[in-house]
């Protein structure tokens, strides 16, 4: 797993360059953004269990044929099996999130997975809502917190959403 820093030190020594302004400017970004970015990732971590529980549920309110018999979530082996999915999907964000850096999003959770999806008939647009409950949620939680600027919250949860709409995938 790869952060920001490691990221771009890796990218400045296969090309055999000094760190140059763009470089400096990126990790005071980083930096600057440390105290905020572990704090969102601590009001995660206490809510997790409250954040994906709480997706879902708005979820199946907002698509509720996924809860009727039939719906990829009845049975309640499936119901479970999608707050699961959720709860993951919150955890490696927040991995993200202090790492600076989706790098552990392609690495552990999307490499395959909408393949996998895709062969069990799990529907990947009710997916990406779910993900992007999870992340209006949280900026909340952490505005709530006093944190004036919540857009990094955005990055771990857009590239999810992303990537497992892209169809190229």
Known sequence: MRDAVTNLIRNYDVTGRYLDRNAIDSLK????????????????????????????????????????????????????ACLRDMDYYLRYASYALVAGDNNVLDERVLQGLREVYNSLGVPIGPTVRG???????????????????????????????REFSDPSL
């Open 29 to 80: 970004s980083y930096f600057s953004s440390g105290t905020d970015r572990i704090a969102a990732a601590a009001i995660i971590n206490a809510n997790s269990a409250a954040i994906a529980k709480g997706a879902g549920a708005r979820l199946f309110e907002e698509v509720p044929e996924l809860i009727r018999a039939g719906g990829n979530a009845y049975t309640t082996r499936r119901y479970s």
């Open 131 to 161: 993900i992007q409950i999870m992340k209006e949620m949280v900026k909340a939680m952490v505005a709530d917190a006093g944190i004036a600027d919540t857009s990094f919250i955005d990055v771990p949860f857009d590239h999810l959403a």
